[in-house]
């Protein structure tokens, strides 16, 4: 197994088949371009679900640009639309675009490439009761295969990562911000998958399997690097 080195920064252009990461506009745009859509799975504010996209856009965001009674879907939606976006898978962040993590590794004919940022300021524990902690901050991870899945697959990817994600958070140490349980996540996380569009896809990528297997430690150092750069800044 090799590893690309991970990006310093989000400005990043190098083409590789798990697409391209465009530099940073004004602090307030990542994109990940790839030349043909692919197939996504995910629960992102704009693009959600299952889709085609060949396109992942983060919108650097500031908590007073979404007060209420702001709609945050409508408010996106409008943001891509005004900076040639449209169609995209988009995604909401407060943490600092310059910050993604950047990490793509091999085994066998497959690759994975996680892009991810890390907030925690709103760190919590799956099961805290509901309501706002009163900070803001995410982790949105973007999972690249470089083979086609069968949504049996894709489904199974999206396990995989949130799993692999929660793992690198219950490492960091953090807390949940309502409850003092080892925090498993934030309150406002997103993952999407991504892969090739294909009729003969991988139909599973669990544990056992070299798909698996690259999903989970790709994500697994990405985030584990993320959470490590946040709590290595200092705290307002």
């Not at 919590?124 to 901050?137: F, K, N, T």
Request: with cysteine; proline share 6%.
């Amino acid at each position: 197994m090799s590893t690309r080195p991970a990006a310093t920064t989000a400005a990043t252009n190098v083409p590789f088949g798990h697409g391209v990461i465009l530099p940073v506009l004004d602090g307030r745009w990542l994109v990940v371009d790839w030349p043909e859509p692919q197939t996504m799975l995910s629960w992102a504010i704009v693009g959600g679900g299952l889709t085609q996209a060949s396109k992942v856009v983060w919108r650097h965001i500031v908590a007073d640009e979404l007060r209420p009674p702001v709609d945050a879907s409508r408010f996106l939606r409008a943001e891509l639309a005004a900076a040639g976006h449209r169609g995209a898978v988009g995604l909401l962040t407060s943490r600092r675009l310059d910050s993604a993590v950047d990490l793509e590794l091999h085994a066998a004919d497959l690759s994975v490439r996680c892009i991810a940022t890390v907030g925690l300021g709103n760190a919590l524990a799956v099961g805290d009761p509901p309501g706002a902690s009163g900070r803001i901050g995410t982790i949105n991870v973007v999972c690249h295969i470089s083979a086609p899945l069968s949504t049996e697959a894709l489904v199974e990817a999206l396990a995989m990562v949130a799993e692999a994600r929660t793992a690198a958070v219950l490492d960091s140490g953090v807390r949940s911000r309502i409850s003092g349980a080892p925090a498993t996540g934030t309150g406002t996380d997103c993952i999407v998958v991504a892969a090739p569009q294909g009729r003969r896809g991988l139909t599973y990528v669990g544990k056992h399997t070299v798909a698996g297997h690259l999903i989970g430690a790709c994500v697994r150092q990405t985030v584990t690097r993320g959470a490590t750069a946040w709590l290595g800044e200092p705290r307002r």
